[in-house]
């Protein structure tokens, strides 16, 4: 059993390490880009930005792990999908937060996550215009630039700063932005930054005590879930009923962001928060449909 175990982590160490080579790299050579007249089109709406970069991106990063672990599943935002012979598989975000990408706000990031057996292992998130490399793993805990981090240790909501990002359908917007009247007045403010992975990689190292947001994707948040719960946190998962209510949702601690739905919710924080943030937003009235 040690030995199987030892095994386990060798491998979660790989991951990393493969995850957090090529998040870096290719976040510089996207750096590069900026400032540039960029390609774009639009995806659910005419503010779900895309450019050449991000496509440009995917292939770079999906390249260098097919190479290295060929028999791996990856699944990518902008449609990439490899075919897996084996029980691992890589979420990728090859520029999350593409609108600040096209205004050169530091908001974006290069998003690499891997689960192992269905489960979030591993993850890496590399913010180009600050230079933080983000990584982690059972094993190795969870870093920024090599120093280790943790969530932080607020445990009163009151004195909450808490992240969050916005639909890019407007008929969402204004129920979101209603939704934050029940939700300002109980913490200490919101912060709003355009990225859900550099969010969770903000809750990771203290940076806000804690993030939600309704609608994200399994690409989205796959390499934060790592980041968050090897930094100390808990990542868990709003659903509604099946009458779409969310007064008396399903509420579950989230293993895998493949559990995420369209219409989920996603909350990150410590332990000593979460519980207060989940019912915050339920008692807020969070109603999406």
């Given at each position: 059993m040690k030995d199987f175990q030892l095994s386990k982590k060798s491998i979660e160490e790989d991951l990393r390490t493969l995850a957090s080579n090529i998040a870096k790299?290719?976040?510089?050579?996207?750096?590069?880009?900026?400032?540039?007249?960029?390609?774009?089109?639009?995806?659910?709406?005419?503010?779900?930005?895309?450019?050449?970069?991000?496509?440009?991106?995917?292939?770079?990063?999906?390249?260098?792990v097919t190479s290295r672990r060929p028999n791996d599943e990856i699944i990518c935002e902008e449609g990439t999908y490899i075919k897996g012979k084996n029980n691992i598989r890589w979420f990728i975000d090859p520029i999350d937060g593409t609108t600040n990408f096209v205004y050169s706000?530091?908001?974006?990031?290069?998003?690499?996550?891997?689960?192992?057996?269905?489960?979030?292992?591993?993850?890496?998130?590399?913010?180009?215009?600050?230079?933080?490399?983000?990584?982690?793993?059972s094993s190795h805990g969870t870093t920024c630039n090599g120093r280790e981090v943790e969530v932080s240790k607020t445990n009163e909501l009151s004195n909450a700063l808490i992240a969050t990002g916005f639909s890019y359908k407007s008929e969402f917007r204004g129920t979101q932005a209603k939704n934050l009247?029940?939700?300002?007045?109980?913490?200490?403010?919101?912060?709003?930054?355009?990225?859900?992975?550099?969010?969770?990689?903000?809750?990771?190292?203290?940076?806000?005590?804690?993030?939600?947001?309704?609608?994200?994707?399994?690409?989205?948040?796959?390499?934060?879930?790592?980041?968050?719960?090897n930094a100390g946190g808990i990542m868990m998962v709003i659903n509604p009923s099946k009458s779409g209510d969310y007064s008396q949702p399903e509420v579950n601690v989230l293993k895998s962001s493949s559990e995420i739905y369209e219409n989920s919710i996603t909350v990150?924080?410590?332990?000593?928060l979460i519980d207060q943030v989940v019912e915050l937003l339920i008692n807020s009235q969070i109603d999406y449909s």
């Amino acid at each position: 059993m040690k030995d199987f175990q030892l095994s386990k982590k060798s491998i979660e160490e790989d991951l990393r390490t493969l995850a957090s080579n090529i998040a870096k790299r290719t976040g510089k050579k996207v750096a590069k880009r900026l400032g540039e007249r960029h390609t774009l089109t639009s995806k659910s709406s005419t503010t779900d930005l895309v450019t050449e970069i991000d496509e440009w991106s995917e292939k770079q990063i999906t390249e260098y792990v097919t190479s290295r672990r060929p028999n791996d599943e990856i699944i990518c935002e902008e449609g990439t999908y490899i075919k897996g012979k084996n029980n691992i598989r890589w979420f990728i975000d090859p520029i999350d937060g593409t609108t600040n990408f096209v205004y050169s706000h530091p908001g974006f990031s290069i998003s690499v996550g891997v689960e192992i057996d269905k489960e979030t292992k591993v993850g890496a998130i590399y913010a180009p215009l600050l230079n933080e490399l983000f990584s982690a793993s059972s094993s190795h805990g969870t870093t920024c630039n090599g120093r280790e981090v943790e969530v932080s240790k607020t445990n009163e909501l009151s004195n909450a700063l808490i992240a969050t990002g916005f639909s890019y359908k407007s008929e969402f917007r204004g129920t979101q932005a209603k939704n934050l009247i029940g939700i300002l007045p109980k913490i200490r403010d919101i912060r709003r930054m355009g990225g859900a992975a550099f969010d969770l990689a903000s809750v990771a190292c203290g940076r806000v005590d804690a993030f939600f947001e309704h609608g994200l994707s399994p690409w989205d948040i796959s390499a934060g879930h790592a980041l968050v719960k090897n930094a100390g946190g808990i990542m868990m998962v709003i659903n509604p009923s099946k009458s779409g209510d969310y007064s008396q949702p399903e509420v579950n601690v989230l293993k895998s962001s493949s559990e995420i739905y369209e219409n989920s919710i996603t909350v990150a924080s410590s332990k000593h928060l979460i519980d207060q943030v989940v019912e915050l937003l339920i008692n807020s009235q969070i109603d999406y449909s």
